[in-house]
């Protein structure tokens, strides 16, 4: 085996492997939303137990509707250059939560980040697993 090939096999191992971007309909759809415990604790938010990624974009190039099971209702949702599903909760600035996802099987799983403009703070974190669900019709 010649060194090239070591380097390419332990490079591909340490990433991963390759992976290809979830394109937006392979995401659309419903998810029940898991948290694990917030470190440092989440400041007063009540979190959605259910969000619906809708494929409507909302802002070009490609933010897309997020409908939460709690008011205020909507959030927005992209895939980023790197295939992670970002998921923002309460996008009208300046506090909410920011989920940063991957594909795997028939969830998304990853890490949710409290925000705020102020960065006085050190931000809340938690492991959050997306569970594809079924859709219920708006009432």
């Known amino acids: 085996m010649r060194p090239i090939h070591v380097g390419l096999l332990i490079l591909v191992l340490a990433t991963g492997g390759c992976r290809t971007a979830p394109s937006a309909a392979q995401v659309s759809g419903c998810y029940h939303l898991e948290f694990s415990p917030w470190e440092p604790p989440l400041p007063s938010y009540v979190l959605p ?31 980023d250059s790197d295939g992670q599903v970002e998921l923002w909760l309460d ?25 705020q403009d102020e960065k006085t703070f050190h931000s809340p974190k938690a492991r959050v697993i997306a ?9």
């Open 49 to 79: 137990a259910t969000v619906e990624l809708r494929d409507t974009v909302i802002k070009a190039p490609n933010s897309r509707l997020a409908i939460l099971s709690r008011e205020p209702s909507k959030g927005f949702w992209q895939i």
């Open 91 to 115: 996008p009208p600035w300046p506090s909410g939560v920011k989920l940063i996802l991957r594909p795997q099987g028939d969830a998304l799983r990853g890490q949710a980040e409290w925000f």
């Open 131 to 139: 569970r594809r669900s079924r859709c219920h019709a708006a009432a």
